[in-house]
């Protein structure tokens, strides 16, 4: 049998309007070159979002992001980050995890669990004790994806890792203990992430805008990355194939 196509894109960081810039580029135009590069392939069976839709904006800009991704995939959903309005984001884009361990969703054999890892106020996540004690009661015994918007894992940049997931090694530790569960997606990291923690492969996918220069102790772009996201094929038999494409220049 086929496997299900997931394509993945993150942190939009959209303005109020297209031609206003954030970090002195344009995010709606880099957008719509991924939207672009992603036509080009075959149509994906789900489109996710995985945080940081807006640079801090509300619905109206989110609807004009949901009308631009509808016609790209049989299915879109997202998942809040730390420039997001949780609550608005689930009005826009019902599935969206809010107030609760994770949203479930099946795609073929594959369960996607869509976790909320966003604090109100903060630029660093967290899962909770009540929340990451819920997560394993959803876990359905065929082979399960998670995603969430921060990185559980440390991505080697000292100001990055210092506003990553909190509790990202327990959240870890409890999802290993379950062969289940092969891998977790993540953005927040705006660059190119997959390495493997004990059984899950950790994958962390580039930003629709600005790029961050990797192993930087201090916060700094990286001009010379382009936009790019991520294709995951999902196979029956529990195998999961991922790359990261960028746009040309």
Same mark, same amino acid.
């Given at each position: 049998?086929?496997?299900?196509?997931?394509?993945?894109?993150?942190?939009?960081?959209?303005?109020?309007?297209?031609?206003?810039?954030?970090?002195?580029?344009?995010?709606?135009?880099?957008?719509?070159?991924?939207?672009?590069?992603?036509?080009?392939?075959?149509?994906?069976?789900?489109?996710?979002?995985?945080?940081?839709?807006?640079?801090?904006? %509300?619905?109206?800009?989110?609807? +004009? !992001?949901?009308? *631009? $991704?509808?016609?790209?995939?049989?299915?879109?959903?997202? #998942?809040? =980050?730390?420039?997001?309005?949780?609550?608005?984001?689930?009005?826009?884009?019902?599935?969206?995890?809010?107030?609760?361990?994770?949203?479930?969703?099946?795609?073929?054999?594959?369960?996607?669990?869509?976790?909320?890892?966003?604090?109100?106020?903060?630029?660093?996540?967290?899962?909770?004790?009540?929340?990451?004690?819920?997560?394993?009661?959803?876990?359905?015994?065929?082979?399960?994806?998670?995603?969430?918007?921060?990185?559980?894992?440390?991505?080697?940049?000292?100001?990055?890792?210092?506003? %990553?997931?909190?509790?990202?090694? +327990? !959240?870890?530790? *409890? $999802?290993?203990?379950?062969?289940?569960?092969?891998?977790? #997606?993540? =953005?927040?990291?705006?660059?190119?992430?997959?390495?493997?923690?004990?059984?899950?492969?950790?994958?962390?996918?580039?930003?629709?805008?600005?790029?961050?220069?990797?192993?930087?102790?201090?916060?700094?772009?990286?001009?010379?990355?382009?936009?790019?996201?991520?294709?995951?094929?999902?196979?029956?038999?529990?195998?999961?194939?991922?790359?990261?494409?960028?746009?040309?220049?």
């Amino acid at each position: 049998m086929a496997p299900k196509r997931l394509v993945q894109i993150t942190d939009c960081h959209l303005s109020a309007a297209p031609g206003e810039p954030v970090r002195g580029m344009d995010p709606w135009q880099t957008l719509d070159a991924v939207l672009a590069h992603i036509r080009k392939g075959p149509r994906p069976d789900l489109l996710l979002v995985s945080g940081d839709l807006t640079q801090d904006l %509300g619905e109206p800009v989110l609807r +004009a !992001l949901r009308d *631009r $991704l509808t016609p790209l995939a049989d299915r879109v959903l997202a #998942l809040p =980050g730390n420039h997001d309005d949780p609550e608005a984001l689930a009005r826009v884009f019902p599935g969206s995890p809010v107030g609760t361990a994770a949203t479930s969703h099946v795609l073929g054999e594959w369960q996607l669990l869509l976790m909320d890892t966003s604090r109100p106020g903060e630029a660093g996540g967290e899962m909770g004790g009540q929340r990451l004690e819920a997560l394993e009661f959803l876990l359905r015994e065929g082979p399960v994806l998670c995603a969430g918007h921060h990185q559980p894992a440390p991505a080697g940049s000292a100001w990055l890792d210092a506003i %990553g997931l909190r509790d990202g090694a +327990a !959240l870890l530790a *409890r $999802l290993a203990r379950r062969p289940q569960v092969q891998g977790m #997606l993540f =953005g927040h990291v705006h660059q190119t992430f997959d390495r493997r923690y004990e059984g899950l492969r950790l994958l962390g996918t580039p930003a629709t805008c600005f790029q961050f220069r990797p192993g930087r102790a201090r916060f700094a772009l990286d001009p010379g990355r382009r936009p790019g996201y991520r294709t995951v094929r999902l196979w029956p038999d529990g195998r999961l194939t991922s790359r990261v494409l960028r746009v040309p220049a």
